[in-house]
């Protein structure tokens, strides 16, 4: 009871390490025990700290010492055998296996511990994956609804966001706009009108204590994967970003203004437009193709009798 309650209270780096090596197995004498006695103290770890923070730090720290290739390999089939139960466990809903995991620690301690002491490191391989994981379902997630889900987000992954990355970062040139041919402009102005539609921009962000322009919802790093040759991309400089960023702002506010500062229509503007937009409705008593009516102005005599023509006799 003593010891359970010794192994309950001790830190997960003092669990590692009794895992990975032979530091917490010497008895009073200062003689290494032998492996049924360190088994058993492995036993009560697994009980104590059986979960899949503990199995990733063990994976993330058991290459921390130069071990011979067999023993990594025997190390690796150990976590395989905990993948597999794992895995049957969490399919198939066979709890029973359980029983099984503490078999995966005594294996691997079994396999690679050492008398040298192990340099422990907290596992944040799996928290980053999974920050950034959630990073880029936000960042499609905030896409997708200022498109109005027009497309499915596999589809903005693969046919969408890849290539819109590249068309809004045409070749163009960091200097004063003024200077900027009529060609170069063109492209600024679709650049901006693209942009705007997606709702993107550039935002200022602090990297390595530098202000740097970023795409704002952050596209480029869901379709992007860092390269060792970055010469071979066709990226905007800073200041051609700070500039599409601020045309965007006063493209985006224009619109918005534009939007709101139109004076309301009366009914009269309304029903003009109605009539002016229906299209035109001929109806015809023959089966004959239309013909045009020709109406010609005659002064006459003054003699000439006068009488009330209707339109149907000019139409008969």
């Not at 596992?123 to 994981?133: C, E, G, M, V, Y």
């Not at 390595?208 to 970055?230: G, R, S």
């Not at 109605?274 to 009516?293: E, F, G, I, N, Y």
């Amino acid at each position: 009871a003593v010891e359970r309650e010794r192994v309950g209270s001790s830190s997960i780096f003092e669990n590692w390490s009794t895992v990975l090596d032979f530091t917490h197995h010497f008895d009073k004498k200062s003689v290494l025990k032998v492996l049924p006695e360190r088994l058993q103290l492995i036993e009560r770890i697994a009980v104590e700290r059986g979960d899949e923070r503990f199995v990733s730090g063990l994976y993330g720290n058991y290459l921390s010492v130069n071990l011979p290739m067999k023993t990594i390999r025997t190390g690796a089939e150990a976590f395989i055998y905990y993948d597999s139960i794992m895995h049957a466990v969490n399919e198939k809903q066979e709890y029973v296996l359980m029983r099984y995991v503490p078999v995966f620690y005594m294996l691997l301690h079994a396999a690679v511990a050492t008398h040298t002491r192990v340099k422990l490191k907290f596992p944040l391989i799996d928290q980053s994956a999974n920050q950034r994981r959630r990073e880029s379902q936000e960042t499609l997630a905030t896409v997708q609804s200022w498109l109005l889900a027009r497309h499915s987000p596999s589809a903005l992954i693969s046919d969408v966001l890849p290539l819109l990355v590249q068309i809004v970062q045409p070749p163009i040139r960091a200097m004063n706009q003024q200077l900027y041919s009529s060609r170069e402009l063109e492209q600024i102005n679709s650049v901006v009108t693209i942009m705007g539609d997606y709702h993107l921009t550039y935002a200022p962000t602090v990297v390595n204590l530098q202000v740097q322009y970023l795409f704002q919802p952050a596209i480029d790093i869901l379709t992007m994967f860092p390269i060792n040759d970055e010469s071979s991309r066709c990226l905007l400089s800073n200041s051609v970003r700070q500039m599409i960023a601020h045309k965007i702002t006063i493209f985006c506010t224009a619109g918005k203004s534009s939007d709101e500062n139109t004076p309301p229509k009366t009914n009269t503007e309304l029903i003009k437009e109605m009539v002016a937009s229906a299209p035109p409705q001929s109806k015809s008593t023959s089966t004959d193709p239309t013909r045009p009516l020709f109406y010609k102005f005659n002064t006459g005599c003054s003699t000439a009798v006068k009488r009330t023509v209707r339109m149907h006799q000019l139409l008969g």
